[in-house]
């Protein structure tokens, strides 16, 4: 080989380089990716056969609120009768959890809960990235982007988001066409910037939409955005999140009825609508 000047570590050099890179490559996949998706491998086989409440949870996110989406894991699972006990269904989203296809919904690094009064916090959880790709192969669908996500960025706080998203279901299990998207009211459409109100909500009622504030604060001093609605729209509903709050709007608003432009108010409580049988308490302004 020395012939012709060439020498033989010359000759090896390239192939002990390109041998040292692979080296490398195979050290990195070993270290960073073979072992995540060793996991996700033995967590598909695991859960191929997890209990049928399990595989309805892990389906829950393919359905949406037009098609009849029930968002509340532990009822869907009871109304498909997989269960008897709302325990056994709170139990699968923890083995979810524990196998790495649900996490809590977090903020700043923590979980967070909801609840329309103090006590009975409610879980929030969503699919993570090796449950979305679970569900993919077990059903063959994207899953859709988290609800509450959606809410938290939309509105201006998780609680209020949630609340939303509650009070959209309900009204839409009690029959009513729910806008939960509508367009703001306008004092004068060719002028955006002059007065207006932005609903959270929004009902069809005898062919007259409705807006609809979903409202966690309970003061006189949200009486002016009221009859700013009021005074575009002359109708409007208020969702409380609980009974309390509800009576005690309908006391300041009762006290403040011949201020308020005319028209007509209707009050409800996320905590009433829950039960199921529950009705509007109407309040009539006679403007001032």
């Not at 390239?14 to 996991?39: D, K, Q, R, S, T």
């Not at 296809?101 to 329309?116: F, I, N, R, S, T």
Request: hydrophobic share 45%; net charge negative.
């Amino acid at each position: 080989m020395r012939a012709n000047g060439i020498g033989f570590t010359a000759i090896v050099r390239p192939l002990l380089v390109v041998a040292g890179l692979m080296a490398l490559a195979v050290a990195a996949i070993n270290e960073f990716y073979a072992p995540h998706a060793a996991e996700q491998a033995r967590a598909m086989r695991e859960n191929r056969f997890q209990p049928l409440a399990d595989t309805e949870i892990l389906n829950l996110p393919y359905y949406n609120q037009q098609a009849g989406r029930v968002w509340r894991i532990v009822e869907r699972v009871l109304d498909s009768e997989l269960t008897g006990t709302p325990n056994t269904a709170r139990n699968a989203v923890s083995r979810l959890a524990e196998r790495g296809l649900l996490a809590d919904y977090e903020q700043h690094g923590k979980p967070v809960g909801w609840a329309y009064k103090a006590g009975g916090t409610r879980r929030l959880v969503q699919l993570t990235p090796m449950g979305r790709q679970w569900c993919q192969a077990a059903f063959g669908l994207e899953p859709v982007e988290s609800e509450i996500a959606v809410a938290a960025l939309r509105h201006k706080s998780i609680s209020h988001g949630v609340a939303i998203l509650e009070a959209a279901h309900l009204l839409a299990a009690a029959g009513y066409d729910v806008d939960d998207d509508p367009q703001a009211l306008l004092a004068d459409d060719a002028a955006p910037w002059h007065a207006r109100a932005e609903p959270d909500l929004a009902f069809l009622l005898q062919d007259e939409w409705w807006p609809v504030e979903v409202q966690r604060e309970v003061s006189p001093r949200v009486v002016a955005k009221w009859a700013k609605s009021l005074e575009l729209c002359e109708r409007l509903a208020l969702v409380l999140y609980h009974e309390e709050a509800r009576k005690k709007q309908a006391a300041i608003l009762t006290a403040a009825r011949f201020r308020l432009p005319r028209g007509v108010i209707w009050l409800a409580s996320l905590e009433q609508m829950e039960r199921g049988a529950w009705t509007w308490q109407e309040i009539t302004t006679t403007g001032s």
